[in-house]
């Protein structure tokens, strides 16, 4: 999304209140929030993972944000190279001043330039808040969205819960997902809702319905069990998957088991999180079984999350460093279908080599 010379990325709707100024981020359209739980829609409009992104010549910016519900970080970028950290208070907005690196100029352009981002690119990424964006000021000098071929040329939309969200991590910049597409060289649209992962009829839509994706990612399951009767899991997994893989018959989807938590080694074998879990990863592996479509992926959540002690001590989100270690994992199972989409992207000339 695009609006006065900024790019929007992972927005699809930039919220007018009537009477307060700015612009709220929002990840989902108001349609789709609204048909979530009751907190789900409170994570609904949680911007994390949303970024502005604009290119100008000027070497001195000031861009006007605020936290509209709790204090939280914005983490500042050129290309892919952190510059900036700042703190937003909730209910103030707050200018953060950014100025060019001066070390850039120093260094030959292709190594400041990879797959991914252009150096030129300012990106501004938000933490777990409801974001608002004000204004942007370069004194004078053009600003402009980056062009195209100065972003990812693939992008990956994951959906999932507070662990596909970030959870766990010290910031949300640091969640699997963002490591995998960083790796991957990719853009990430990040859904996750954190404890309202429920997949509703009208969130699967939406999911099925957009065209910004290369790939799509779901971790489906573990806020569903013992909460969601299997036959209703069965029924929603498979609408999802069904209108997915129904709408882009030909575009990868990669699924994930529930990864292993406290429930999956409980000294009671039968305990209801134990047996849901156990029953839904089997439901997931049957559909996949089922369906035989050549594009779907099931991944082993055990193969992803390998080391228990990765997770902080709720035994459910993984730490700074089971983030980590999940995304590079997930990227290496990736690895080979993004390999095939680059060499489509330039045997039909979207990219060159």
Same mark, same amino acid.
């Given at each position: 999304?695009?609006?006065?010379?900024?790019? %929007?990325?992972?927005?699809?709707?930039?919220?007018?209140?009537?009477?307060?100024?700015?612009?709220?981020?929002?990840?989902?359209? +108001?349609?789709?929030?609204?048909?979530?739980?009751?907190?789900?829609?409170?994570?609904?409009?949680?911007?994390?993972?949303?970024?502005?992104?604009?290119?100008?010549? #000027?070497?001195?910016?000031?861009?006007?944000?605020?936290?509209?519900?709790?204090?939280?970080?914005?983490?500042?970028?050129?290309?892919?190279?952190?510059?900036?950290?700042?703190?937003?208070?909730?209910?103030?907005?707050?200018?953060?001043?950014?100025?060019?690196?001066?070390?850039?100029?120093?260094?030959?352009?292709?190594?400041?330039?990879?797959?991914? %981002?252009?150096?030129?690119?300012?990106?501004? %990424?938000?933490?777990?808040?409801? #974001?608002?964006?004000?204004?942007?000021?370069?004194?004078?000098?053009?600003? $402009?969205?980056?062009?195209?071929?100065?972003?990812?040329?693939?992008?990956?939309?994951?959906?999932?819960?507070?662990?596909?969200?970030?959870?766990?991590?010290?910031?949300?910049?640091?969640?699997?997902?963002?490591?995998?597409?960083?790796?991957?060289?990719?853009?990430?649209?990040?859904?996750?809702?954190?404890?309202?992962?429920?997949?509703?009829?009208?969130?699967?839509?939406?999911?099925?319905?957009?065209?910004?994706?290369?790939?799509?990612?779901?971790?489906?399951?573990?806020?569903?069990?013992?909460?969601?009767?299997?036959?209703?899991?069965?029924?929603?997994?498979?609408?999802?998957?069904? $209108?997915?893989?129904?709408?882009?018959?030909?575009?990868?989807?990669?699924?994930?088991?529930?990864?292993?938590?406290?429930?999956?080694?409980?000294?009671?074998?039968?305990?209801?999180?134990?047996?849901?879990? $156990?029953?839904?990863?089997?439901?997931?592996?049957?559909?996949?079984?089922?369906?035989?479509?050549?594009?779907?992926?099931?991944?082993?959540?055990?193969?992803?999350?390998?080391?228990?002690?990765?997770?902080?001590?709720?035994?459910?989100?993984?730490?700074?460093?089971?983030?980590?270690?999940?995304?590079?994992?997930?990227?290496?199972?990736?690895?080979?279908?993004?390999? +095939?989409?680059?060499?489509?992207?330039?045997?039909?000339?979207?990219?060159?080599?």
């Amino acid at each position: 999304m695009q609006h006065s010379g900024v790019y %929007f990325h992972n927005v699809t709707e930039l919220e007018q209140l009537p009477y307060l100024p700015g612009l709220r981020l929002h990840r989902f359209p +108001k349609q789709v929030r609204h048909s979530l739980t009751e907190k789900g829609r409170t994570k609904a409009v949680q911007s994390n993972g949303c970024e502005l992104r604009f290119v100008t010549e #000027a070497k001195y910016v000031q861009v006007v944000l605020a936290s509209q519900d709790t204090n939280g970080k914005v983490l500042v970028f050129k290309g892919d190279f952190f510059h900036s950290s700042h703190q937003l208070e909730a209910g103030v907005a707050t200018t953060i001043q950014l100025e060019e690196p001066e070390r850039f100029a120093q260094v030959i352009p292709e190594k400041l330039n990879n797959r991914a %981002f252009s150096s030129n690119v300012w990106r501004i %990424f938000f933490e777990r808040f409801s #974001a608002v964006f004000y204004d942007i000021d370069a004194f004078g000098f053009e600003v $402009r969205p980056p062009y195209k071929h100065e972003m990812p040329q693939l992008t990956l939309l994951a959906y999932g819960s507070s662990i596909t969200q970030g959870a766990g991590a010290l910031s949300h910049y640091n969640g699997y997902i963002q490591q995998a597409a960083r790796r991957l060289e990719m853009d990430a649209c990040n859904l996750g809702l954190s404890g309202s992962c429920f997949c509703e009829k009208e969130l699967s839509d939406h999911i099925a319905e957009r065209n910004d994706w290369d790939i799509v990612y779901l971790e489906i399951g573990v806020n569903m069990r013992a909460v969601v009767p299997t036959e209703e899991f069965e029924r929603r997994t498979s609408y999802l998957l069904d $209108r997915i893989i129904e709408r882009h018959p030909e575009k990868p989807v990669f699924l994930t088991h529930i990864f292993p938590n406290r429930a999956t080694y409980f000294s009671d074998y039968n305990h209801d999180y134990s047996e849901a879990e $156990r029953r839904y990863n089997e439901i997931l592996a049957q559909y996949t079984a089922n369906r035989s479509h050549p594009f779907l992926h099931l991944l082993d959540g055990s193969e992803i999350v390998d080391d228990f002690t990765s997770l902080t001590s709720d035994l459910i989100h993984p730490s700074d460093y089971g983030h980590i270690r999940m995304g590079e994992k997930l990227a290496g199972f990736m690895l080979p279908t993004v390999n +095939k989409l680059r060499e489509s992207q330039v045997k039909h000339g979207v990219i060159s080599k």
